[in-house]
Structures are given as C-alpha cells and as structure tokens.
C-alpha cells in the first residue's frame, strides 16, 4: 500500500467520569447525601481514528478513502459498561444489545497514541463535578516520541447535566427524579493532529459543540463520529502561498501552509509573549532556552501555556529545541520536573511555591506577571543575550502594533461573522510575519559569525576562535550556547549548507552589516576568512572597476535597499515612529490564495466520500484551468493538492501524473517518499499503463535513480552528521595531516600556500611538523591578529587612508629617517605612525617602490640593521631602523611590492590578497622558529617576489590595454575550479564552476552576491529566457530553470534523455518565443517559454551534439563530427563536413556561430587553430580560413559588434588565449593572454565588455574592454 499523504486528523478521542460512578454520585446528590462534587478519575470513553468507510477489494485489504489513514494501530483494552441496557436508536426504535460476558472491550487506535496519560491531560487540573453549569474551556497539548516527532491535540472541556447523561436509564423499575437540583459533569474532546493547528482544531470543536448541546446522550457517540470523519476528509495545504479552507457549520475553517517545506505550521497569535512579558524579561527567556536550562512556565490559565511556549520556541527557529518539552503538566506530573536535563514543561500557578521551595536549578517563569526567577533567588544569574543584538531587537519591537483595537477604529461594525474572522486572520498573519522576522534577525545578529569559523570540506567549526573574537562581555553567553544540542544541529545545518530562512537573512543583510560597522568603528584587521569572502573586489582599483551603469537594471544600486536595516532611533516617540517594525527584512510578500472544499458528505458512507474527492478533483482541474502560466508557483499548490487527493482516492497514475507536474511548476515541494511509496505500490497492470505515457515512465525512471543515489551515498558513509570542533594536533605531521590541519585551523585554504608553509617550518630537519612547532606557530598566527584588531587609529590618521584599509602588522618603535614611530602596513601602503601625538607620514604605497634593501644605519661605533625604501617621484630614500626585525620586513614588504606589481598587471586583486596572506606568514614563521634560520625558512612564503626575480612576468601590452579586471570564484577552495559557463544578464554575472555550483556577481562591483547549487554534475550551458527566468542544461539531463528574482532553482525540465548540450532563443512563425534545447544523443526538443510545454522534438544521427541555434526559419546544429542545417520540422536539409585533408584523427567542432546579417557561418574545432568560415547560401564547403597564430584548438566565440571573439590554448605554452578577428577584414586584430589555461567560456555584458573563464589550472575569469 502506498504511504498516505498526512491529513488533519489523527484520531479524536473523548475523555469523561465513568457511567457507573456517575449513577452512584448521582444516587447520592439525589439523597443529599454529597456536601460537595466530588473529583474523580477520568476514562477514555470513545476513540475515533480513520479510515471510518473502507470497500473490500479482492486481496481482502480494506480501502478507506481518508487522508492520515492510520496503519500502524495497536489494542487498547477499555472497560465496558456493566450493565448495558436498552439503548435509543436515532429512528425511535429500540434495539436490545446483548450483554457480552466479558467486561472489556478491545478498540484499534493509532500506534503512537498513549491513551494512559492522556486523560489526566485533558483534565489537568482534575476531573471535578460542580453543581452550576460552567463555561467551555479549551487548552493544547504537544506530545513527543522516542524520536523526538511531535503530534499535537486541542482539548475542549464542556459540561452535561449528570442527568441527561443517565437518560433513558431505569433503576429498580423507577425513572429517576428529576426535580431535585441538577449536578453537572466535564467531558472531554481531544483532537490529535500531527501538526499545530491550534487556532482551525479549536474553531472545528467550537462548531461540534453547537451539535452537542441539544443532542441526545445516544446521539452523542454518532456525531462526534461523523466530526472526526469529516476532518479525515481534510488535505493538508502544501508548503506555500496556497491555503485551505472548509465549512463546518456555522463557521468556515482556513488551514494555513507552511511557508517553505522546512518551516513549522503558524497557526497561533505569536504575539502572546509581548503581551505577557517586557522586551528585557522575554530577551531573558530566549536566553535561558539558547542556553538549555531547565525551564518552568507557570499560568492560571491552562491554554496559555503551551502557547506562549509555542511561540518561544517559534521564535528561535531556524533553531530546534531537541530536550524533553511538554507545556501542561498534570498535577500527577510534577515528578517530571525533577528529571536532571535541560527541559521547557508548564504547570499550573498554584504550584508554584511547591515547586520552587522543592527543587533547585530551575528557571520560573510567571506568564501571568510576566516575570522571570531562579528557583533558589529572585533573580538569574545566566549570561544574556548579546548586547546588540538584543538592542536591535527592542528598538524593532518597540514598533510592533499589538493591539487589534486600534486597527478597528476606522471600519464599521461588521454583520458577518465570518468576514470579520476573516479580517482578524489578515491582521495577525500580517503581525506574525512581521514578529517572524524579528525574531530570526535577533538570531542572525546572535549567530552571524559562525560561518566564518567553518571548514566546510573537514565538516570542523573552530570554536576557540570563534569566542576569541566575541566582545568580552559576551563571551559567557556563548560558551554556554557552544556546548548545547540546539546549536550543534544549528552548526550541523550550516555545514550541510542548508538553504533557510537563516542563509538567507544572514546573506541578504551581510554586506550591509559590514558596511553600518565600516561607518562606524575604527577599520580593524578582518580574520583571514572574511578577508578571503571579501576578496573578490576589495583590491579592484575604482578606474578598474565597470561602469554603474552595467548594473542599472538591478533595484537601488548606488544605496542598496537593505540599507534599511540600519537601527530604529530610540529617542522618537513610538507614536510617531512609522509602524513597519520590519523594515530592511522583508522579503516580498506572496499574495495568498485560498482553496475552499466542497461541502462535507454523509462521512460515513463510501460512495458519498468517492463522489466527494471526485469533486475536489473537478474542482482543483477547474482552478488549474484558471491559473496563468506565469503564476507557475500556484499551478504547483494545485497539482500538489490533487495529487494527495488522488492518492488518498487510488488513483495512482493521476496522483503521479499531478506530482510529475511540479517539477515544471515548483520542484521544491516535490513529495520524494510519497511519490517512491506510490511507484512500489503499483499494480503489474498500471504499471504497464505508466510504461506507455512518456512522463509518467520518465517519473519512475528518475525516481529509481534517485533511490539508486540514495543507497549508494548511505553505502558511503554520508558524513552529512558530523560535526568536529577544531584541536591543535597531538602527534608529528607529514605533508598531507599537515594540509588538513592548516585548513581546519581556518588560517589559509590554498593548497600551494600551505605546501610552501610546510616547506619554510620543516626547513633543516625532517619533513614533518611537531605538535609544539604547530601550537607556537598557530599561537602567534592568532596573537598577531588579535593585536591588529586592537589597533586604533585616531581620525587625523584615518582620513589620509582608504575606508577599507586596515592595519595588519605594525613594527616597534622605532627610528626613521622621518622621525620616530612605529611602522604600519596596511593592504595597500605602509605609512609611519609617529609618537606622542599620534600622526600619520605616508612612506609608500607599494606600486610606487622602486627599491627595497637591506642598509646598516651608525650609531655610535655599531651599524645598526636598516630597512631602505625608494620611491617613485622622491628624491629622498626612507630609511627605518627596524634592528633585529629589519631582514622579515624586508622580506614582507617585497613581498607585497611584487604582489601590488602583479595584480596590477594582471588587473587581478587576488594577487594582492594572496601576497598579505604570505607576508603574514612569514611573520608567524620568524616568530615560532627563532632560530638563525628562521629568515631563510620565512623567505620560502617569498612566492611573488620570487617569480619577479626567477621570470619576470610582463604582460603583452596589448592585453594590459584591452584586460579591466579579474575576479576569481574559487576564491574560497582550495583549489582553482574550471569555469563551465558564463551569462551575462542586465546587472549580473552568472558563473558556472564545477559540480553544479552557481555564483552570481553584481556587475557594478563586481561582489560575489548570491550562490546556488544546482544538481551536482557539471553545467554545460545557460541562457537567460526572461526577465525572470535562467535556464540551464547539466550534464544529469536536465534543464534547471532558475528564478533570477527569487534567486531559486525550483523548476526543472526533465524531457530530455541525454546530458543537454545546448540552449538557444528564437521566434516561430506566429512570432512567439521559443527555446530550443538539445542533448548529446542528438535530440533538439522546441519549448514554448510561457508554458515549458514541448511544442515538438526530433532526433538527428550524429556524434554529441553540443548546440543548436535558429535562424529564418531553419535550425543550425552543431556536433562534433557535422555542422547540420535542418527544417524547423527536424528535416535534415545540409550536412557540412571539414575537407578530408583538413580531417585529423580527432578533429572535432566545438563550437559554432552565425553572423545572419552577413550570412556567414563561422565555426572552430577542439583541435585545430583554424576558424572556418561558410556561406550559409551554398554552405558546401568553408570558403575562408583564418589561422590562429601559435593556437592548438579553439573552444568557443561570441560576436560582439563587428568582432568576432575566440577563445582557444597556446601551441607553444598550453596557456589561454583570446583571439578578435575583423568580421569583415576577416583577420585577426589582437591576440590576448589573460589565463594561465585553455579559455572555455566567453560572454558579452551589453557589447562593452567580454568575460573569458578558463581550465581548472587558472580558474579565473577576465574582463576586457571591446575597442
């Protein structure tokens, strides 16, 4: 059987006194015989748990049409009445029941279901009778497994008259008086669900309720029955903008969806928790569970509890509370609280004295007061919450608007009650989203850090640095949080690189947070990780940078909008401030649809519940029908919502039909274990029905790979669980232990850079490195950064210097020849910070040195050890006598000349960076080996001064002309990765590296904005469709269509059976756009862009195929062994191959280009340095040729105005090179040398600029200016 999609209701079950105490008490009250009601034990009286129809079908399995179909069930003895007697049917007759011997009865319930603590949980506070009729009271309930899942029930207390329970009963042949005075008696209805809709299951037992109070004690078991039917009948919304809604008279019930598949149900007012606590006492609370104390909540009002615990815990998500948790204790559970474990539990507020005299460590929270207390004083002594986060915090929630009265007063008074439901609903999803993001900003801003402290290849978080670099203040607050389970999943998550509503603030407010600490505090030395994220455009000269117009197109660019962000003045009144507590966090807000139900059905028959979902069909088909393509979000609700329908219906193929469908709608909500349970659970007959349509057969397909996958990645040993904190070594290391170390340690990723690392501190002895060596070594590394940190300019100083420019090693005190002072090297000068009054003398930007020695100042009778600096336009040399530390200066500052020198050349900053990474090496190098050799050790991180001297590397004057700028997206590996492919869209760069990795650059700044994985092979190529849509061909056979908006991967196209090769735009005849797509197999499909359907497809006979582009009305498809022109209708109409005598043996077409408004055809092979050049007219033969001077194959060009542009490998050198050919000259302009390995990729960013991206040997990306 298939796994059945999770509907509303998991059992409903009613609680009460039992019959025969109740006669007996009755008995007594009658014979005033009772002073007061009594309190007694309750008992389950009726479980109710679907399927409540099921149809027998011919293997003898019952088929009961509900969602949650329970089939894990177990037996639950319960006691029977003894004497059961003459019961009332609903038609007036009368049936006698006969009398069973037994006294118990055996009912099936749900397996998780623990019917022996939940009646004392439905009566908390007991079960007592009372002379009055009481108001209904309704409270919520969580239970958790083993496993830690948790399935949660809403309980409504409401009151009968003990006598019309008794109706109908005779005793002794007498009816029961009835004039005496009435006694009434609680019952329970507990619904159980597994989510937490608090506010719809409350709603729903408010409309029983109305049933109940005129019906008929007979009646009574019938109707709560058929309830619990009609909500086994209810789907569950799927995760999004779609919600649910159904009538259960006389309201109308809405089902809120999650907001993405990995975020809780909201169902709940958070704003509870404002209302019952300060700023101050709720920031305290969050504390203590961050912290994982033992927490105790205490309310008079039973209800209240478990939603404002609820709340608590909402508002730490992304985190997950993982210790035991259970809101309402019974007062037969008070033992609980002293269970030795970190634990949020809640009783009543009379026990709170008990409680806190009886036990010790507990935190007490008094929801009533709003107040927080240890249980052994009246205050907590526990580290709090980091103090700006928790500034940022109060000042967004000081500008909450809590009070729903004040939204009313400009409306009238409403004569329907369900509309006005309707407008509070509005209003408190308005408020929950805007706490929602509050609350995980306050978790951001706790949290942000981490990332940087991460290895994510050794799956190590470096603790020790992460809390040396807290403010003092805050770091008990973090060593306490570091050792709890709730941020172990939390490091475990970011390790995986989870993608939630945490990345994603964390991104979307970054680089802004650094900008607000940039105008604000003196510029401190950055730890080498944000050094290295930042890297991408820090060092770009602004001359070097492209024009703001290129990123125009993107919202705001000159002040971005999440510049909002910065803090809410604390000094204006509330009342004035603009109610958007928000603002800075928002992200754009989806409208909500909302699907209704068809009425309920007789719930108990099967055909009336068949015809039932048959109309829910029709009436989710009529929606689909409705829906625009372009609303594809949506679509996806609906299909996913008729597939649950259709699987709870057994219609299997239509449900995989229906989840088919997401994967072009929204492939994120895609049901994986639904859809696997349904594939195994297929009949041989409709598997041979699937097998003959096309979709459902790639369906299965793909589903058994990705079962397949799974297996294998188990077989594995996935490490997707492990955690390592970062330890300085116990034993010696050889080269690769060491490599790892290094990386884990967070100093440095590059593996070149280590290995010299290696070379300078085994320099003289055996080639490995000691544990004491590392300690010493990794000790200075981070002593000198903490020292950098606290450097603190004063403003006469800051204003000679670049904002971004921060001190990263400064000298002693020392003598120069401008004065005494200390020496200061930034990322971009050194400079003489002179003493006393702190001032500023530049020494030297390095691109200015023209020579850095070695000298020997006099003193007296000694020669003391100078460093002498030259510098470009000065007459006068600058000399400091640096002593004993003049040889590592020496070294650094060349090191950082010839760095400075070659990312100039190269227009590429990383050479900068890469230059203080070693510079700063050296330091730590000289400082844990003091010894003779030491200097020379150091000089082994010498790297670019050292390639100065060995091969000078001038770069050719016409590609320093034409080359802007360089960025590297393997920045952050250790390893450069090839670039597969490059797009350019209006203000973005897209960037294919290996293994599915996307990256995303502003074009402005060129600043790394944005990254996705999409699948996990290789991208062969991209094409920006619309103005919201990116498609892009992998090598797995599929199209991934990203949302340049959204900035997601949720759509895929899946049609194609090999890895696609090419992607083109073009119009058809009715001049409508369409895509065109091909796969190596040599399969060219034809897509209509608005609906992703396939208009048509064919098949051609050739070697890989590797793209395809249209033009008037023909096709031109290139492989490896043909150039095609083929019909639109997929008629082969030429087939163009290379001369025999220009056939090698493995000569190949890589790629291909038309230049229509000459009707040319150029083309170029893998292996060859020619560029072929045919006429599209009469395309028999190339009828030009240009050779490519000291080239060995060409992989790909691009026209940009009247220029062609190749990107090819060198003959003599492997190196890459780019070649601009004359369209009309027909010859080659220039030859340019920008990257150290074949060009694989070329772009054009509005015909101003060409990218190239090159092999895994160079990795990088350049920018060149089109003449």
């Not at 299997?652 to 229906?658: M, S």
């Not at 369906?699 to 040993?717: C, F, M, P, Y």
Request: with cysteine; glycine share 4%; hydrophobic share 35%.
């Amino acid at each position: 059987m298939a796994e059945l999609p999770s509907g509303l209701l998991e059992a409903c079950v009613v609680f009460g006194a039992p019959s025969d105490k109740l006669r007996d008490i009755y008995q007594l009250h009658q014979q005033n015989k009772l002073n007061e009601p009594p309190l007694l034990d309750a008992e389950v009286l009726q479980v109710h748990a679907p399927p409540f129809v099921t149809k027998e079908t011919n293997s003898n399995q019952a088929i009961g049409p509900a969602f949650s179909r329970v089939q894990r069930r177990r037996s639950f003895i319960k006691k029977k009445r003894r004497d059961r007697v003459a019961e009332t049917l609903s038609n007036g007759d009368t049936a006698n029941r006969a009398e069973v011997s037994s006294a118990t009865e055996d009912i099936s319930v749900p397996k998780d279901l623990d019917l022996i603590a939940l009646p004392q949980l439905c009566f908390p506070g007991g079960l007592q009778l009372a002379n009055e009729q009481k108001d209904d009271s309704y409270h919520f309930l969580v239970f958790t497994d083993l496993f830690g899942n948790r399935t949660h029930g809403v309980v409504v207390q409401y009151y009968r008259s003990v006598q019309s329970c008794q109706e109908g009963v005779v005793q002794n042949g007498h009816r029961w008086n009835s004039s005496k005075s009435r006694l009434y008696a609680p019952f329970a209805v507990c619904v159980i669900s597994k989510f937490p809709y608090y506010n719809a299951l409350r709603e729903c037992l408010s409309c029983l309720l109305v049933q109940l109070r005129p019906a008929r004690q007979a009646d009574i078991e019938e109707t709560i029955k058929e309830f619990s039917a009609k909500l086994s009948l209810v789907p569950l919304p799927p995760p999004g903008q779609l919600h649910v809604s159904f009538s259960l008279r006389p309201l109308q019930v809405v089902l809120p969806s999650r907001e993405d598949q990995d975020s809780p149900v909201i169902d709940i007012d958070l704003h509870l928790p404002f209302l019952c606590f300060t700023h101050t006492t709720l920031l305290q609370v969050l504390s203590c569970l961050l912290q994982e104390q033992r927490l105790v909540l205490f309310s008079s009002d039973w209800a209240r509890l478990t939603l404002v615990a609820e709340s608590l815990l909402l508002y730490l998500q992304p985190l997950c509370w993982q210790q035991p948790y259970v809101p309402v204790l019974s007062r037969g559970m008070l033992d609980f609280l002293m269970a030795p474990t970190a634990f949020l539990m809640g009783c009543h507020i009379s026990h709170f004295e008990e409680v806190a005299a009886e036990t010790e460590d507990l935190i007490l929270v008094n929801v009533d007061d709003g107040i927080i207390q240890s249980s052994g004083s009246e205050t907590i002594d526990l580290p709090a919450v980091p103090l700006s986060a928790a500034e940022s915090f109060i000042s967004r929630a000081e500008c909450l608007q809590l009070h729903y009265d004040l939204e009313l007063c400009h409306l009238g008074v409403g004569t329907d009650a369900n509309a006005l439901r309707c407008q509070r609903r509005d209003w408190q999803r308005r408020l929950n989203t805007q706490i929602q993001n509050i609350a995980l900003e306050l978790v951001v801003n706790i949290f942000r850090d981490v990332q940087d402290f991460l290895n994510h290849e050794h799956r190590v978080f470096n603790s020790e640095e992460f809390l040396r670099t807290r403010e003092p203040a805050d770091q008990s607050f973090y060593k306490k949080v570091l050792e709890t389970h709730i941020f172990h999943s939390f490091l475990r998550d970011r390790l995986n690189r989870k993608r939630d509503t945490f990345s994603r603030m964390e991104q979307n407010t970054r680089n802004n947070g650094h900008r607000n600490r940039a105008m604000t505090e003196t510029p401190r030395r950055p730890p080498m990780s944000e050094l290295s994220r930042t890297g991408y455009s820090s060092y770009a000269s602004p001359s070097d940078r492209l024009s703001k117009r290129l990123g125009a197109s993107l919202p705001n660019l000159e002040q971005p909008a999440s510049d909002a962000v910065t803090a809410i003045s604390l000094s204006r009144p509330a009342s004035f401030r603009k109610m958007t507590p928000d603002i800075g966090l928002k992200l754009p807000q989806k409208a909500v649809k909302v699907f209704r139900l068809p009425e309920f059905p007789p719930p108990l028959a099967y055909h009336y519940v068949q015809n039932y979902y048959s109309d829910m069909v029709g009436s989710l088909g009529k929606a689909i029908n409705a829906t625009p393509p372009e609303e594809s979000a949506l679509l996806a609700r609906y299909h996913y919502l008729r597939g649950l329908v259709n699987t709870v219906s057994n219609k299997r193929l239509d449900a995989l039909e229906d989840f088919q469908s997401l994967y072009k709608t929204d492939s994120e909500i895609f049901p994986s274990q639904m859809v696997k349970s349904l594939v195994d659970s297929l009949p041989e007959a409709e598997r041979l029905q699937a097998d003959r349509r096309p979709e459902l057969k790639r369906l299965i397909s793909r589903v058994k790979r990705d079962q397949e996958r799974e297996q294998a990645s188990h077989a594995n040993g996935h490490e997707e669980d492990a955690v390592k904190r970062f330890k300085l070594p116990k034993k010696y290391m050889q080269l690769e232990e060491f490599v790892k170390c290094v990386q884990e340690s967070g100093i440095v990723k590059d593996h070149g850079t280590i290995h010299r690392l290696f070379d300078a501190l085994t320099v003289g002895h055996q080639k490995q490195v000691g544990p004491e060596l590392f300690r010493v070594f990794y000790t200075i590394w981070k002593e000198t950064e903490a020292e950098a940190q606290e450097v603190c300019l004063p403003a006469s100083v800051l204003e000679h210097i670049e904002p971004s420019e921060c001190v990263f090693k400064l000298s002693s005190s020392v003598k120069t020849s401008r004065g005494v002072g200390k020496i200061a090297m930034t990322q971009r000068r050194l400079f003489l910070l002179t003493e006393g009054r702190p001032g500023y003398v530049e020494v030297a930007q390095y691109r200015d040195l023209e020579e850095v020695k070695v000298s020997s100042a006099p003193f007296l009778l000694l020669r003391i050890p100078s460093l002498k600096l030259r510098v470009r336009g000065r007459k006068e040399a600058f000399e400091a006598n640096l002593k004993t530390e003049t040889e590592l200066w020496n070294l650094m500052v060349k090191e950082m000349w010839a760095g400075r020198n070659m990312a100039d050349q190269h227009k590429d900053p990383q050479y900068m960076q890469q230059a203080l990474t070693n510079a700063l090496l050296m330091d730590a190098v000289v400082g844990s080996l003091q010894s003779s050799k030491a200097i020379y050790a150091a000089s082994k991180l010498a790297h670019f001064d050292r390639i100065k001297t060995e091969v000078p590397m001038m770069v050719p004057k016409t590609t320093a002309e034409t080359l802007k700028h360089k960025i590297n997206p393997s920045l952050e590996l250790a390893a450069p990765q090839p670039v597969d492919v490059l797009l350019y869209t209006p203000g973005q760069l897209w960037v294919s590296v290996s293994g599915g990795k996307v990256m995303v650059f502003d074009a402005s700044s060129w600043s790394l904005t944005h990254t996705c994985q999409v699948g996990n092979v290789k991208l062969n190529c991209m094409l920006g469709v619309d103005k919201d849509q990116v498609w892009m061909g992998s090598e797995d056979s599929v199209i991934y269509i990203i949302s340049m908006v959204a900035m997601v991967c949720n759509r895929q196209l899946t049609e194609h059976r090999g890895e696609v090769t090419g992607l083109a735009l073009d119009t058809d005849k009715y001049s409508q756009k369409v895509a065109y797509s091909c796969s190596a197999e040599g399969t060219v499909m034809v897509w209509d862009v608005s609906t992703l359907q396939v208009k048509r497809h064919f098949r051609l006979s050739c070697d890989r195929l590797v793209s395809v582009s249209g033009w008037n009305g023909k096709l031109w498809c290139c492989s490896r062994d043909s150039i095609m022109e083929v019909w639109r209708n997929g008629s082969l109409k030429h087939r163009l191959n290379l001369p025999e005598k220009q056939k090698g043996a493995t000569t190949t077409f890589s790629s291909l280009l038309l230049l229509s408004e000459r009707e040319e055809l150029w083309s170029v092979c893998v292996d060859s340095g020619e560029v072929c050049i045919w006429c599209m007219k009469d395309p028999t033969k190339p009828f030009h040729r240009v050779v490519l001077q000291d080239c060995s194959g060409c992989y790909c060009m691009i026209k940009v105005k009247n220029q062609v542009w190749v990107g090819g490998v060198g003959r003599s050198s492997t190196k890459g090179k780019v070649y601009i050919l004359d369209t009309e000259r027909r010859e080659v302009l220039k030859e340019l040398h920008g990257h150290s390995d074949k060009v694989t990729a070329l772009c054009s960013a509005e015909d101003r600029y060409i990218l190239s991206g090159a092999g895994k040997h160079d990795g990088k990306i350049a920018i060149w200016k089109v003449e």
